[in-house]
């Protein structure tokens, strides 16, 4: 901690050198700075009028959404049903090809650090960067509109969630418990079967339980760009300014979101 010597030959301690001082209020005058250049970018695309009116807008959108068409739930239910299959098929194809690839990229599982693993860190890695809307896009222009692109571009998308989070877990184990298995004799894939398996067993049963929990919630959004599921609904009630219908298809989808965050915990507090 520097000490400032004053005049007299009275020391005072201080929290920084005057150097430390100067850097300090050096960072917060840059980061002003960049906060007032970042605002003035964002005021020069804003329409401001626009702005000011969107309290009376929001209060006349909800006036007019509010109360639900209730009848319309007997629509709702179809759509809704197949948004939950959306999530859970892509979740377990996902899973199919994330665990492969999570042992590939783990440093202590994989056959060649210097070939194989960043072969499958980069799938990791080039399914995390494109979002599954994205994803889904691509997938309707080339499979055509429906379920089938929604699976498939859940799947692409949580591919890289869990592969990342598998692989971390594989690389965290107790080598010594593996070491006594691999001392007895046992092959390889005994090792991998009583060594391994057993210790992240309960992280791939959680990570896999909470990526199902995060694909219901980003299933109810690939029907607006076609690839089935309740925002197909979604975007046509939107197309035609029907709010009751908006305003209940949202509520539907936060209840299922609640209850899948409901089942979601449940099942993680009794693996893990």
């Not at 901690?1 to 209020?25: E, F, Y």
Request: aromatic residues 8%; proline residues 5%; contains cysteine.
């Amino acid at each position: 901690m520097p000490v400032l010597t004053r005049p007299d030959g009275r020391k005072i301690w201080m929290r920084r050198s005057t150097a430390g001082d100067l850097a300090a209020w050096g960072g917060w005058l840059l980061l002003v700075a960049l906060t007032v250049t970042c605002f003035q970018f964002i005021s020069a695309q804003t329409i401001w009028p626009f702005v000011w009116d969107a309290p009376q807008q929001a209060a006349d959108l909800l006036g007019r959404s509010v109360p639900p068409r209730w009848d319309y739930s007997s629509v709702l239910w179809r759509p809704l049903w197949d948004t939950i299959n959306i999530a859970t098929l892509g979740t377990l194809l996902a899973i199919v090809i994330a665990v492969p690839v999570a042992f590939l990229a783990a440093h202590n599982t994989t056959p060649s650090v210097l070939l194989v693993r960043p072969v499958a860190l980069v799938i990791v890695v080039a399914s995390r960067s494109v979002n599954s809307l994205i994803w889904a896009m691509i997938l309707v222009v080339i499979f055509g509109p429906g379920m089938l692109a929604g699976v498939l571009a859940i799947a692409l998308r949580s591919i890289g969630f869990i592969g990342k989070l598998l692989y971390e877990a594989i690389e965290e184990i107790d080598a010594s418990q593996v070491e006594a298995i691999r001392a007895t004799g046992a092959s390889g894939t005994q090792v991998l079967a009583w060594g391994i398996v057993p210790q992240v067993m309960p992280a791939f049963a959680g990570i896999s339980v909470f990526r199902w929990d995060i694909n219901i919630r980003e299933a109810t959004v690939l029907g607006l760009v076609g690839a089935g599921g309740i925002g197909v609904q979604l975007q046509a009630s939107i197309g035609t300014l029907a709010w009751p219908q908006v305003s209940l298809i949202l509520l539907l989808i936060f209840v299922t979101v609640l209850v899948s965050e409901w089942v979601s915990a449940r099942v993680r507090h009794a693996i893990i």
